[in-house]
């Protein structure tokens, strides 16, 4: 109750999820994406359905500048965040011999430079207070790398070697630094990454629904761990992709 969540890619999926979830709990979501429309909704559901304040602000992580600034604001709105949810991200599924180079550029200033950027836009005011929670979302492609994600596995296996290098900086901080590794998930990440609708055919069956993914990375909220695992045969789906 009473904390300020910042949630990036909070205009769908999961990161809508956990807004509504949050503030059904009394904490102050603060949502961030591009689409300021969709937040703007969002926002204004919230606020109908709860006692919390929800804020929006429109960001794109890939840029540095609106980033800093955007935090900037934010701390002179609210003073203090409290939790950090780094949920941007996107992804396409190629070969690497027909992934473009621009794409996998765009995956990693998204996935990985955009989460560096937020984390280090929240940290020294987590520092100075000596609590606060980063919560990055990463992805079973960051530590099971399967075909036709190249780029997409390797920006996540860079999320989780950046996450597992600032938890041990961080150790004795007052600030947990935890990981979530989701498989697929039901949620419009796959208009994008699957154009073919060949990898969501192989694995519907076994996709999550982003109601429950949140409802996990809400505990993790609650029980701040390193990694947030989902169950095993949640990957199910991953590994009859390579069959
Ligand atoms: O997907 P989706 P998910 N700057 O497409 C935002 C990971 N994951 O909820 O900017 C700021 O509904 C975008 O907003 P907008 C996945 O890698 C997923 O599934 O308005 N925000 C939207 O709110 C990602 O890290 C699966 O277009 C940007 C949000 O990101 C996270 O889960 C499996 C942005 C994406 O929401 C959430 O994805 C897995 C930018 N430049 C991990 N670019 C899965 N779905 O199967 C995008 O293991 N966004």
Not at 14 to 24: M, N, P, R
Not at 36 to 63: G, P
Not at 124 to 137: D, L, Q
Request: net charge negative; aromatic share 6%; proline share 3%.
């Amino acid at each position: 109750r009473n904390k300020n969540i910042v949630i990036t890619g909070a205009s769908s999926g999961i990161g809508e999820q956990v807004a509504l979830k949050v503030a059904q709990l009394g904490a102050r979501p603060i949502l961030m994406a591009r689409s300021a429309e969709k937040l703007k909704e969002i926002a204004e559901q919230i606020n109908q359905q709860t006692e919390v304040n929800c804020l929006y602000y429109q960001l794109d992580v890939s840029d540095m500048e609106q980033v800093k600034a955007v935090f900037e604001e934010l701390f002179q709105e609210v003073g203090s965040i409290d939790i950090l949810l780094n949920n941007a991200g996107f992804g396409i599924f190629d070969t690497f011999e027909e992934a473009s180079l621009e794409d996998i550029e765009n995956m990693f200033a998204v996935n990985v430079l955009g989460l560096m950027g937020c984390t280090k836009a929240v940290l020294p005011e987590m520092m100075k207070k000596s609590s606060g929670h980063i919560i990055n979302v990463a992805s079973q492609a960051g530590k099971l790398a399967t075909p036709k994600s190249s780029g997409y596995a390797a920006s996540k296996h860079a999320v989780l070697g950046f996450t597992n290098s600032i938890r041990m900086e961080l150790k004795k901080t007052g600030i947990s630094v935890s990981a979530v590794n989701p498989g697929p998930i039901a949620t419009d990440f796959f208009e994008q990454a699957d154009k073919s609708g060949n990898y969501v055919k192989s694995v519907q069956k076994f996709m999550l629904h982003s109601e429950k993914v949140a409802d996990c990375i809400v505990q993790l909220m609650i029980h701040p761990k390193r990694e947030l695992n989902l169950p095993w045969w949640m990957n199910l789906g991953s590994v009859l992709y390579l069959l």
